[in-house]
């Protein structure tokens, strides 16, 4: 599977499991629904970027690192838009990141290059 | 009158030993090596400049039984081109009626040697792996070695692998439709005899029209009766089999302190499965060995070993030790918000 391509699948499944796991937290146990959605779209657009990232860069330090700030960085958006929360986010949300960073690094494949004819 | 010391006798005995290359490309160098049918010595070739080894037969008689397989090992050499495989360029018959045939110069060493310098085990059976590729090959080829052992493996300098000494290799089956000429219709190959160097290829007169050429150790059981007929690419595993048994062996610096990992029960069932005494209980054939090898380097399971559950988990958790870990941790931060954060 071609780096992107598992970046965006791995992103949207943590994604969502990561937004699932709020149903532990009664008091946003309400709002699951629109947490599952927002958590995997984030995961998503954390997928494609750390993706298109190992696609560019074949290091598996770097892509663990880039991992970890996008999933960093994006938790931090969502927990600011939330006024709270901060630490329940971003900590699992950099992880998620990093795991992500890890798995395309480490099982996706190089994009094909088309073969060139003289 | 004057005799002749013991020194300067030997000498003399040693010149006429010489191969006289006079009418050949060739110019003689040194001598490299002694084979059970003849020596083997570097030579230069005049025309195009280059350093070959030279297998020159002692007999010097063109029709003997010991040219005709020097011959016949000159014509397996040339149907196996291969990396692996030890080119032949040249065969002829020197003034002094011995047969002769050059082959390329190996610059290296025995893999008996070569595997004291490797303490890898990884390494060592990547090492294996180049020998079953020109075994492979030979097979598909249709023609056995029969005499693979550690001494006939050379590694070059650069780690180049070269299956040498094809001078038992029996032909399965030829290209020509020519019947195959096999000196060694009532050859049986000898057991293990007190005395013998290990290692060293075992020549015994069984009958008038043959002799018995093997190693002990690492000829396989039906080669050993003389099971000539019945000889196909499984004794040539159980010979494979022996040599990673070789491989397998600690090098001599290290014996005792890390040499836990030559028990791998992994290995020793593949050593055990393509060394079995009932070639029906070995590989097939040599790109099954191989593949269980490879399979063992990349760390999954072998073909030659059921292994038990408890072993499939830690086998999966080493593969998959970082990702295994990554997941941890995120359940950990988890549970641990869960408990700390949400009362």
């Known amino acids: 599977m071609n780096k992107v391509l598992l970046g965006l699948l791995l992103g949207a499944v943590l994604g969502a499991i990561d937004g699932l796991s709020a149903w532990f937290t009664p008091a946003v146990r309400a709002q699951l629904v629109g947490i599952v959605v927002g958590s995997t779209i984030k995961g998503l657009i954390a997928g494609v970027a750390i993706g298109f990232f190992a696609r560019k860069v074949n290091s598996l330090a770097l892509g663990i690192l880039f991992g970890l700030a996008v999933g960093f960085v994006l938790a931090f958006i969502v927990a600011r838009m939330q006024h709270g929360y901060y630490f329940e986010i971003i900590l699992p949300g950099s992880i998620v990141g990093i795991i992500v960073g890890y798995a395309t690094q480490r099982y996706g494949s190089a994009h094909a290059v088309p073969a060139t004819t003289r | ?343």
């Open chain 2, 1 to 343: 009158m004057k005799f002749l010391s013991d020194r300067a006798l030997e000498r003399l005995r040693q010149s006429a030993d010489l191969p006289d290359l006079v009418g050949t490309r060739y110019q003689l160098l040194e001598r490299v090596a002694r084979g059970g049918m003849g020596v083997v010595y570097a030579a230069l070739d005049e025309t195009l400049g280059r350093r070959v080894a030279l297998k020159v037969l002692d007999v010097p008689i063109a029709d003997s039984d010991f040219a005709r397989r020097l011959n016949r090992e000159a014509r397996v050499l040339a149907r196996l081109e291969h990396p692996g495989i030890v080119p032949v360029h040249d065969v002829g018959t020197l003034a002094d009626g011995r047969v002769f045939y050059t082959m390329k110069f190996v610059e290296g060493q025995g893999l008996d040697k070569h595997v004291e310098a490797v303490a890898s085990l990884p390494d060592r059976l990547r090492l294996f792996l180049r020998i079953c590729d020109a075994v492979a090959f030979a097979h598909a080829q249709g023609v056995l070695h029969r005499d693979l052992k550690p001494a006939n493996v050379m590694v070059g300098a650069f780690g180049e692998v070269l299956v040498m000494d094809w001078g038992l290799a029996k032909i399965l089956r030829e290209a020509t439709e020519e019947p195959e000429e096999d000196p060694e219709v009532t050859i049986i190959r000898a057991s293990a005899t007190e005395g013998s160097a290990a290692g060293e290829t075992q020549t015994l007169q069984v009958t008038g029209q043959g002799t018995v050429l093997g190693t002990p150790g690492y000829m396989s059981p039906e080669q050993a009766r003389g099971d000539i007929a019945q000889l196909d690419q499984r004794s040539d595993i159980f010979s494979l089999g022996a040599l990673l048994r070789f491989l397998c062996a600690p090098p001599a610096s290290e014996t005792g302190s890390s040499a836990k990992w030559r028990r791998d029960k992994s290995l020793e069932a593949i050593c055990a499965k393509a060394a079995a005494n009932n070639p029906g209980s070995r590989y097939s054939n040599v790109s099954e060995l191989s593949a269980d090898v490879s399979r063992y380097l990349d760390g999954l399971p072998v073909s030659a070993r059921k292994e038990p559950i408890f072993e499939k988990v830690a086998r999966f958790y080493r593969r998959h030790t970082i990702p295994i870990l990554l997941i941890a941790a995120y359940l950990v931060a988890r549970t641990l918000i869960l408990l700390f954060f949400h009362r």
